[in-house]
């Protein structure tokens, strides 16, 4: 099996530098670029089924984002959110450089490409507003844009029942004496990935549990709960207003993947992201619920055409 390589770029948080790690895949001076975006507790090798389906057209880029995988942690961990990871991605961005960018967001990954994309709305409107002699003084042109985007099972509405779920083992601070018993524990906390082969569930854990002392452990900072928990109501309501804006902002073409059983993505935030954004449409998949993990052939089919199409 052909490895990515590993890269990563210096990013800011208000508590200082930290070092974003990702890995790549094809091409690296292909400027058609598709730039992969894991879930809350993943990593960027989540996509390595996709990324070598990918790799003979596109340079795929798949991000450990901050706290997880082989990127540093935060020295304050209440900086984990959209806001600080959205930042990163910014970074990472204009490192690039890309002629062309397809996000392939999945779950948390997704939201961060709203964020970016309600970002850029605001980044234009502001130079809207500039005077010529603003314009001229200007900083240049940062190389950030949004061609396509996959929303795989997240919306701007997150049901609270998924959210409640997620909060059980986010933060558990598990340990497991041999990789396989990390893998029975991660099929029962990830069972909503639906079917997969023992080989898959292999490769779903091998990169968010690493051996420590004899021990199998996450493989992601366990303050990343510390934020979870902290986020109020209000600022969930809050939160969810600015996602709806970002996401009604997209005016690139926009692929919906949906688990038929996802406790996080209902039929009826579908509905209503469809209703709202003309450029959307949907696909879901039996037998799934959050969130599809694009190792199967359908599913990899479906992302695979939207971002081939022109």
């Not at 390595?48 to 942690?73: T, W």
């Not at 948390?108 to 005077?131: H, N, V």
């Not at 959210?163 to 497991?176: K, N, W």
């Not at 493989?219 to 600015?242: C, R, S």
Request: a neutral charge; aromatic letters at 8%.
């Amino acid at each position: 099996m052909t490895l990515p390589r590993l890269n990563a770029v210096t990013c800011s948080s208000p508590a200082g530098l930290h070092r974003m790690a990702y890995h790549e895949w094809g091409d690296s001076d292909n400027p058609d670029t598709v730039l992969c975006v894991h879930g809350l507790t993943r990593t960027g090798r989540d996509f390595d089924a996709l990324a070598q389906r990918l790799a003979k057209d596109f340079r795929v880029v798949c991000p450990d984002v901050v706290g997880r995988g082989m990127s540093d942690r935060l020295a304050n961990p209440l900086f984990y959110g959209v806001p600080q990871y959205t930042a990163d991605m910014v970074s990472l961005i204009a490192r690039l450089q890309p002629s062309r960018l397809q996000w392939v967001g999945t779950s948390m990954g997704g939201l961060i490409g709203m964020a970016y994309a309600g970002s850029m709305a605001y980044a234009r409107q502001l130079q809207q507003q500039q005077t010529p002699a603003q314009t001229y003084q200007a900083l240049p042109e940062t190389g950030l844009r949004l061609d396509k985007l996959v929303l795989n099972d997240v919306g701007p509405h997150i049901e609270p029942v998924s959210l409640a779920r997620i909060g059980q083992y986010v933060g558990e601070a598990v340990s497991f004496d041999s990789l396989a018993s990390a893998v029975e524990y991660v099929k029962k906390t990830a069972a909503s990935f639906g079917p997969h082969t023992e080989q898959q569930w292999q490769a779903l854990t091998r990169y968010t549990y690493i051996e420590q002392s004899g021990k199998w452990i996450k493989h992601y900072d366990l303050g990343i709960a510390e934020a979870f928990k902290m986020v109020t109501p209000e600022q969930a309501t809050q939160g969810e207003q600015l996602l709806w804006q970002a996401y009604t902002c997209v005016q690139a073409p926009v692929l919906i993947v949906r688990g038929q059983q996802s406790d996080l993505l209902s039929p009826a935030t579908l509905k209503k992201m469809l209703e709202l954004n003309p450029r959307a449409r949907a696909v879901e998949f039996a037998g799934v619920g959050h969130a599809p993990t694009l190792m199967a052939a359908d599913q990899l089919e479906a992302v695979i055409g939207f971002l081939n199409e022109h």
